[in-house]
């Protein structure tokens, strides 16, 4: 098993462009989530998912949106991008809703120019 | 914002040093969570404490949940250069899908 699978690692944009961040995961996990860490301010989440079909929001939604078609993937779409959002992206999956580890990506290194 | 908080946020020991972080939450929760991340990498899952007033050791890290389930810690007994990174507490907030991090101790040995 892989695990949590995150690509591309490493990512530089311009303001304004847009981009996704994929997450896939092979264990069968129902719920997902998506976090993004900056110096200080440990990690903050930008939106879940609980199954396929099903999203919800985070602390940090503003600037990003998420689709859960497959219970494999969970992308992260920035649309238009701003420095603000230059940060590292974690993509997170567990077994349970409210129990059991995380298991993380080894993360998206995004900077935005 | 952040309803985990934890501290210090910095940490600096001489190797062999005993290290204790702190986290506190402003409600109960029905958990907490301990993640290691070390410099460079991704969080990887410590433990998990359920119970009021739990205590679980492993190895040198002992992890303790408090009787009111809103404030844990993690001790680490004479330190050493693998114990290096930032320790990170998290729980899952009253919805119970979010899990709420700490903004984490950087802890720092050094030889």
């Known amino acids: 098993n892989a695990g949590v699978t995150q690509t591309p690692k490493f990512q530089v944009l311009k303001t304004g462009q847009s981009m996704t961040l994929q997450c896939a995961q092979d264990m069968n996990h129902e719920y997902m989530s998506w976090y993004r860490q900056d110096p200080g301010m440990g990690l903050r989440l930008i939106h879940y998912s609980v199954g396929a079909g099903i999203t919800d929001q985070g602390e940090v939604p503003n600037g990003y949106n998420v689709s859960r078609s497959t219970t494999e993937d969970f992308p992260l779409r920035l649309l238009s991008a701003a420095p603000s959002q230059t940060s590292v992206y974690f993509c997170?999956?567990?077994?349970?809703?409210?129990?059991?580890?995380?298991?993380f990506g080894e993360g998206s290194r995004l900077t935005v120019l | 914002g952040q309803q985990v908080m934890q501290i210090p946020q910095y940490q600096h020991v001489q190797e062999g040093e005993d290290f204790t972080t702190y986290c506190n939450s402003s409600t109960t929760l029905s958990n907490i969570q301990w993640y290691k991340q070390r410099p460079g990498g991704h969080p990887v899952f410590l433990i998990q404490?359920?119970?009021?007033?739990e205590v679980k050791k492993q190895k040198r890290l002992t992890f303790q949940f408090g009787e009111a389930k809103k404030n844990s810690s993690l001790h680490i007994t004479a330190t050493q250069t693998t114990d290096v990174g930032t320790y990170f507490c998290?729980?899952?907030?009253?919805?119970?899908?979010?899990?709420?991090f700490g903004k984490g101790t950087s802890l720092l040995v050094t030889p």
């Open positions: 404490l359920v119970k009021s007033g």
């Open positions: 997170a999956s567990t077994r349970g809703s409210n129990t059991g580890e995380l298991f």
């Open positions: 998290a729980g899952f907030l009253n919805s119970g899908y979010a899990l709420n």
